[in-house]
């Protein structure tokens, strides 16, 4: 089969959309998206990260960053405090129901990873991590020549 | 390294968040989200499918797939008719514009495989493809012996 006529773009999305199945179905009883979910366990890694800082590292715009930030933050997961540099800015940090949750963050990882990579040897978690990596490689090519 | 020091179910969700800031590129200009435009190129390929119908296609609750069904309406992608059979339901067809639309479809999902795969030999396109679809299968298990 020729290679244009399986959309490869495609398979990879659903592929995602699937995993993001697994993650809210662990998620849900916590009131927490898996969108919150990876910034929560970032800011726990990153106490005092500010929102710009998650946005440029997930390459996620600061919009959708800052809705995460406010249900995380209504959900008493994280709280905030201004920046004393930059007083437009906020710093993010865990609070206390946040990191008792950590434990648990971490365990939905391995059991994700565990179901993800079933029957997986060793090589073909290799193989199939330097795949995706060439596919962003090859994404961030394209945005990079479109400047 | 270890396969569960890696976290693939992240990386998958990544690689596929960038494809999609791929698709929003070449969709900004057409007011259509890369949801919407895979349903106006699922019902092009099956004039009056159902909403439902859609929504068991691709693995996407009711609700996700009625809002997006909404914005192609809105703006005059598609247009709906009550099914004969089942009063609730509806039909979904493409309008003028939405078939015209089709073949700039078709044109930037060639472009996605392309740049997606671009340096990839067909053996390396089908050993993608062929462990993404171990990965569905690995969680489809998963939910199955939850039920």
Redesign the interface.
Known sequence: ?N??E??????????????????S?HLDEYSLG?GQF?ILYEIAGNEGISQEQISKNR??DKATIAKAVKKLIDNDYIYRVKDKQDKRAYCLYCTEKGIKFIPEIKRI??L?????????T?E??D???H??????T??????EK?K
């Open positions: 089969m290679k244009f399986k959309p490869m773009g495609k398979k990879i999305c659903d592929t995602g959309r699937n995993i993001k199945r697994f993650l179905y898996d990876g390459n996620v990882i391995i994700e990873n565990a179901t993800v990579t079933k029957g997986f060793q073909e978690v193989l199939l991590s795949l995706l990596e060439r596919v962003t090859n994404i961030d090519d394209f945005f479109e």
